[in-house]
């Protein structure tokens, strides 16, 4: 196994990347292409959403406030209290 030449990116049909690509700390350069040194087609992982290997990018997170009733939440704080 040791004996077998290391093939480049381009030989094992990895594809470059694609714009929302630029700025990941993944990507490796070889004869002026760049490719992502972790998944073969990189605008796979961007068709859903964000690329879950992206360095450089974060997923949005939505916090929801929910409204609570007040009369519930005064009888949870005096049950806390009972105990």
Same mark, same amino acid.
């Given at each position: 196994? &040791?004996? +077998? $030449?290391? @093939?480049?990116y381009? !030989?094992?049909?990895?594809?470059? #990347?694609i ?7 993944r %990507? #490796? !350069? !070889?004869?002026? #292409? +760049?490719?992502? @040194?972790?998944?073969m &087609?990189? =605008?796979?992982?961007?068709?859903i959403? %964000?690329?879950?290997?992206a360095?450089? $990018?974060?997923? =949005? %997170?939505n916090?929801v406030?929910?409204? #609570?009733?007040?009369?519930? $939440?005064? @009888?949870?704080?005096?049950a @806390?209290?009972?105990?």
């Amino acid at each position: 196994m &040791q004996n +077998q $030449a290391v @093939k480049s990116y381009s !030989e094992r049909n990895f594809k470059s #990347v694609i714009d929302k690509c630029i700025g990941c700390g993944r %990507i #490796v !350069e !070889e004869a002026g #292409v +760049q490719f992502c @040194k972790t998944y073969m &087609q990189p =605008e796979a992982k961007w068709r859903i959403g %964000i690329c879950n290997f992206a360095t450089h $990018a974060k997923p =949005e %997170i939505n916090l929801v406030t929910i409204r #609570v009733n007040p009369l519930k $939440a005064a @009888k949870r704080a005096s049950a @806390k209290g009972k105990k």
